[in-house]
């Protein structure tokens, strides 16, 4: 039998996609370009789903993960246009799918250094150090001249992918939408898998994970640097969606602005991000054009959420219980 929050899901998956096809037929190409950024939004906040929604990590520092992913686009992308070697003689490249390897390589390593630190501490302790980790790279990026510190790096050519001509909106988000699919299949992969039930195990209680023999730390690090590698990738799109990436897509904004993502669409909740990410633009986009002041209706909206609809809008829309 097929389940409401299984429908409720499909039908914003399928939402989204007709309404990128539509504005396409249209000839409105902003409104593909708003489609492309929700995708790669709730992207962002799919990989921190799994370390926030499934191991209750709350990391406030993964805009450093999506800055590592969008400086990867950058500095690939950039050397390969020029033709300069980066460090050691490496070559750059305008390959999509070689950049997110990279990216998410990164990030694993920076995830792995990070949450080794992080995760022996809990609670308010580990939230400010993931922040402060992600405020050192934040500021080495801004005294980092050679890829534009605080003004940032361009993308002249948006970044290929066999086959595709990213230069088309469309193109460039159907790339977008189904990297975006992907994440959710990784993630519902995860919490149905053997180490999704450790996960969940150690976020309820600890100590009865390890009286049980589950090991929290290996459990809990393995989600964190799974978390940033999906993030960067993410973020490697963000590049190349704006053709430009600067210092800000590390700053502690972005990291409260996925976790808004996360809160607003449902925490925990396979497409959670994505519609969190879908109300945020939407919010941003209309409101935004009567007042500058656009942020505090989406704090009201927050507040409402939190105190009323802690399961978000999957939660209104598809009832408590969260299967994908």
Known sequence: MISREWTVNAALALALLAAAIAAEAA??????????????????????????????????????????????????????????????????SNSMPLIWLVAALAAAVAGVVIGVISIRTSGVYFIMITLAFAQ????????????????????????????????KPLSFFLISFGALMAGIAILAVLR?????????????NE???????????????????????????????????NRFVSPSMMSWHMSGELIVLIILGGTGRLFGPMAGAALFVLIEHNLGELTERWQFFLGLILLVTVLFARGGVLGFLAGKVRHG
């Open 27 to 92: 000839g409105q190409v902003f409104y593909i370009t708003l489609a492309t950024r929700i995708a790669i939004l709730g992207l962002a906040a799919t990989g921190l789903n799994l370390a926030l929604g499934l191991g209750g990590l709350v990391s406030f520092g993964h805009a450093v993960f999506f800055g590592i992913g969008g400086y990867a686009a950058g500095i690939l992308g950039s050397h390969a246009f020029s033709g300069d070697p980066m460090i050691f003689g490496l070559e750059g």
């Open 136 to 167: 050192m790279l934040y500021y080495f990026a801004i005294s980092w001249p050679a890829y534009g510190g605080e003004d940032g790096l361009s993308i002249f050519v948006r970044n290929a992918f066999p086959g595709m001509n990213t230069m």
């Open 207 to 241: 100590v009865r994970a390890a009286a049980v023999g589950i090991n929290p730390f290996p459990v809990k690090l393995t989600a964190f640097v799974l978390s940033a590698m999906i993030t960067a990738v993410a973020g490697a799109l963000y590049a190349d969606l």
């Open 192 to 204: 149905g898998s053997r180490f999704g039930s450790a996960l969940d195990v150690v976020r309820q």
